[in-house]
Nanobody, 122 residues
Framework: QVQLVESGGGLVQAGGSLRISCAAS????????MGWFRQAPGKEREFVAA????????NYADFVKGRFTISRDNAKNTVYLQMNNLKPEDTAVYYC???????????????WGQGTQVTVSS
């Protein structure tokens, strides 16, 4: 069982940066791949980034490549999403998720956090 809690969301101007975090409970965090997803009002939840259990492999949605970086610290049971050069279209609730396999498909993830709001003003 893994419980996830996101933090670090907020309001930022376009072009700015924000780092959001996801703290996990449970001693098996290091066994899980972690993903970040987002959901804007009226839209479906979409994949943003994912990272393998050991941090050696990452995957990004095309629309965040070169702007966002996913990382993890297994000693702290935490995964991060550094977001640079933010755009108004990045406004959404951001969710972290955990699964034994790294995948872009939200339905495959077993555990989810409650989400953190990121709002980018123009």
């Amino acid at each position: 069982q893994v419980q996830l809690v996101e933090s670090g969301g907020g309001l930022v101007q376009a072009g700015g940066s924000l780092r959001i975090s996801c703290a996990a409970s449970g001693r098996t965090f290091s066994r899980y791949a972690m993903g970040w997803f987002r959901q804007a009002p009226g839209k479906e939840r979409e994949f943003v980034a994912a990272i393998m259990w050991n941090g050696e492999i990452t995957n990004y949605a095309d629309f965040v490549k070169g702007r966002f970086t996913i990382s993890r610290d297994n000693a702290k049971n935490t995964v991060y999403l550094q977001m640079n050069n933010l755009k108004p279209e990045d406004t959404a609730v951001y969710y972290c998720a955990a699964d034994q396999l790294m995948t872009v498909y939200a339905t495959r993830y077993d555990y989810w956090g409650q989400g953190t709001q990121v709002t980018v003003s123009s």
